[in-house]
């Protein structure tokens, strides 16, 4: 497939969007960006990288991260993580406290945020570093050693990290917090602050679409635990849009207020698309609409 | 693939787990099932049928009546359906009322009972006749002339409906529900009532696995339709459990308290499993095992 | 005191706020009504009655009857009642069915629209005629033999009362139902359209600040009874709105949404104040605007 | 009417339950109390003091302090206060942030955890010593100089503090906290450990059975504020058992969770009664049924 020709095309489809849909304001360092920046990339199985407009731009990744935080707890922690975090859709907006209390602490999933600092938790106990883990990681899949944390970002994201600060003593009353509050609070803030660029995240999330498999050949989660985090991202990876997005795209796929968005395609690629106008529930309005344009030409879609 | 000893196989790894679970007993009708009972079925989309067990054995088909009202009248309908009902996995039981009155009587998707209660109604309305609708289709795509309704277990619904009554008359009060509302009740327990094998639903459900390319090579839905009822099942398509259901199995799939489960691999098969013993969630527990083993097995997965 | 005075004091005072608020338009027939009317009557323990304005023209009590049927039905049945019905404020609309479901169809007092069906259903079978029995006794209590029920009124209820079939069948749905639904809702329906005056209701409400002794001498309730009666009244009497109305007027009331407000002035007197238009909460503007200018002149509170 | 007569009766009676429910035990501190302790107080307005049991032992007042830091800061701040908080029920527990969630960081009323957060909040920029202010103001209504913080309890609330934590930042996070989240919570706590006897609470609250008469004849509140207080109290004084507290006792009263009660006789009398045992509301089940026992005795009550 000429998968050039086919971004090409898809770019054209989504300039009448561009623009649309609001910056992420909950961060003044967020809100400064241009909502016309769009940039989308594609990593295939076999290590060929295709891309459009602003693909090579680093961007703040945001929620991206839970993605990958969640394998990395999990090819150490194995199932005994579930105990801390369920895997059901929320059908809660992102930061919500209510399903939280009537679930006694523990969050529906891990990329709720409330289910992301669980995680981050988790592997701060099995690594004594999570951000500087998450950080290795993304530089060795993607290639880039460039990539590093915006300290800026991560010090706004304190400064307005209320309803996170919430989030976390709430669950710690309920006893499902191991590490100290702040110190947990610090390193996901620190890692939602990344920057990476459509390319590098193409590619950092191929270990999903080579079913476990790291971009150096070496295995980071069986088939089945790739499938299984493949599972969590088309069922929770979109907020309360996650009926929406299978709906319309068909993948796996999360979602950051940054504006960026990955998805999978098993067996064949990683895909990352960057838009910073956000639509009412969180996700890139020219992001969704740009998957959704391409599922559609290349007839490519798990279903 | 030898379909028959996947499923010789997969029949082996069950037997531990037969018996286990609790049948239904919220109508009496359902509650005199031997919850032992077991069957499964693969249905090609070239038109081989495989099966194990109780294969032939009609059961009770419930919710899985769902999928095919939502195709008939999303055939009929289009994208006009989704303004009366939601597209987003629930994260409550099947026939909770809360989200119903927060969100204003939409009910959050096809596949909770007031959200099928919706699509029955406008299935009612498009065709005059909606349960006869649903039995002609099913008759047709399972190629048995003898699929037919209970009428025992349809008066054992109608008896024991309160809380359907009260969805449909919930509905009603926020002005969703077009027809009388005794009417599009007698509808929709008749269609929970129909008997079929698993051989039955795995033929019936195969043209979500061409496609929406009905049996006789008509269409039914377009390619982007018969996407759209995959992408629904997989994130609504088992309660609250749907979560885990596409974390373990991997597969768009449908559920009923009648035992019976029926998954779909897009462009290669029709599954259909059945066993009376139900989880905490209202899924069979022999049939979700199945399932997994059988996707374990084969390596078959969406992800 | 002299009350004649106050009630014209109160009278000049509320003028600026007659017609302010909006007339129910739930059911057509109660739409229909001037949002300007306004009367109060007072009646005193001793048997001396005042009143203003439209203080002898009857309006449609609604759910000012749950006062009356609760009072009936405790006087039967005792404690016992309380196991069907709490006795806690609700914090929610008055007739919301989230609670309902959190509670498992034990809806939380007996002023919210599903406590009152369970009342209603309780005097049914207590008495085998709820509606008459209520009807019998204000008749009796207001000394006005041409109280009766407005058909009218009681067919357009039935004919809009989709929530209130919901509420009785979800209830139902959980055995908190002894007879059959559109028996108790038929009830129900007639016992809201009873059409009586302030003067009526002023006098029938002289019970309660009679520690639960009737209009004849006889005794209805116990003087523990009474007291719980207007406990109840003052934690639960004016829906979401209860705290407000205890905080400004400081006394047991209950209102209705045809735009009547009853209080009770323990050991002194009962009251009544009437005008139609209706603020977000339900509850008559220029009836809670009386009822605190009246208690703010004459010093008269419980607390 | 002579009480210390009345007193002694009540003592009877309630000697059968002392003992009954549990210690509170979510701060260490708190579990070591011999739940068998029992003391009563009451204070007439004219002056005079009766007492039985334990009704000169210190004990926590925990939660009671929020009727007298609600007074302190309504006789600054007047109405302006309840912009920042509500006056309805909760029909929930003290420490739920589900409806916080709902209704957009503004709590229900002054008596959940979260709303004492605000009232502190408030009285902290009011006064500049939110904890001192309130223990002068203690020491002067009750005549003793010796009342006092108790640092370990202090200690250990802020020890097990996340609850509160997380209630402080949740409403933080929708700008409904002035002062930063750690100066909040640490007077929060302190005013929590205050040290008082039955008799020092009976006395100080004597200012809302004068209608808002300090003890040395000046005035904290204007005689509708009192009123206000009191309805306050009597709807929402002992969380998700303000329905039944009414029912049964019929005064205006406030619990802690210490086991500590103070009710209110307008005109008349302060009383309180501690006795550590609680129930599943977390009220003193002795002294809710000692009160229970005192107005069925004397006939007092509001109603």
Do not use: H
């Given at each position: 497939m000429d998968y050039q020709a086919v971004l090409a095309e898809v770019w054209d489809a989504v300039r009448p969007v561009l623009g649309q849909g609001r910056v992420?304001?909950?961060?003044?360092?967020?809100?400064?960006?241009?909502?016309?920046?769009?940039?989308?990339?594609?990593a295939t199985v076999e290590g060929d990288?295709?891309?459009?407009?602003?693909?090579?731009?680093?961007?703040?990744?945001q929620s991206i991260s839970k993605v990958f935080?969640?394998?990395?707890?999990?090819?150490?922690?194995?199932?005994?993580?579930?105990?801390?975090?369920?895997?059901?859709?929320s059908g809660n907006p992102f930061n919500s406290l209510v399903q939280l209390e009537y679930e006694q602490g523990i969050p529906r999933?891990?990329?709720?945020?409330?289910?992301?600092?669980?995680?981050?938790?988790?592997?701060?106990?099995?690594?004594?570093?999570?951000?500087?883990?998450?950080?290795?990681?993304?530089?060795?899949?993607?290639?880039?050693?460039?990539?590093?944390?915006?300290?800026v970002i991560a010090a706004s994201e304190a400064e307005h990290g209320h309803r996170n600060r919430a989030l976390a003593h709430f669950m710690a009353s309920y006893g499902n917090m191991e590490s100290a509050v702040p110190e947990v609070l610090e390193h996901y803030f620190w890692q939602c602050s990344l920057a990476m660029s459509c390319a590098d995240l193409a590619k950092a999330c191929g270990f999903l679409a080579r079913h476990g498999q790291r971009a150096d050949g070496s295995r980071l989660l069986t088939r089945s635990q790739a499938k299984q985090v493949n599972a969590v991202m088309l069922t929770c990876g979109t907020y309360d849009a996650a009926g929406e997005f299978a709906y319309r795209v068909g993948l796996p796929g999360k979602s950051g207020v940054g504006g960026g968005i990955i998805a999978v395609i098993p067996n064949r690629c990683g895909l990352c698309v960057w838009s910073p106008g956000l639509d009412a529930r969180g996700n890139s309005v020219a992001g969704v609409e740009a998957l959704d344009r391409f599922t559609t030409l290349t007839g490519l879609s798990i279903f």
């Open positions: 992420a304001t909950y961060i003044p360092a967020l809100a400064a960006v241009d909502p016309r920046r769009f940039g989308m990339a594609l990288v295709y891309g459009i407009g602003d693909w090579r731009e680093p961007f703040s990744i935080t969640l394998a990395l707890a999990l090819s150490r922690d194995g199932d005994a993580l579930w105990r801390r975090v369920g895997k059901e859709p999933n891990p990329f709720i945020n409330a289910g992301a600092l669980v995680i981050t938790d988790r592997l701060q106990r099995l690594t004594g570093d999570s951000r500087g883990t998450l950080r290795d990681f993304l530089r060795a899949e993607s290639g880039n050693p460039l990539v590093d944390f915006d300290p």
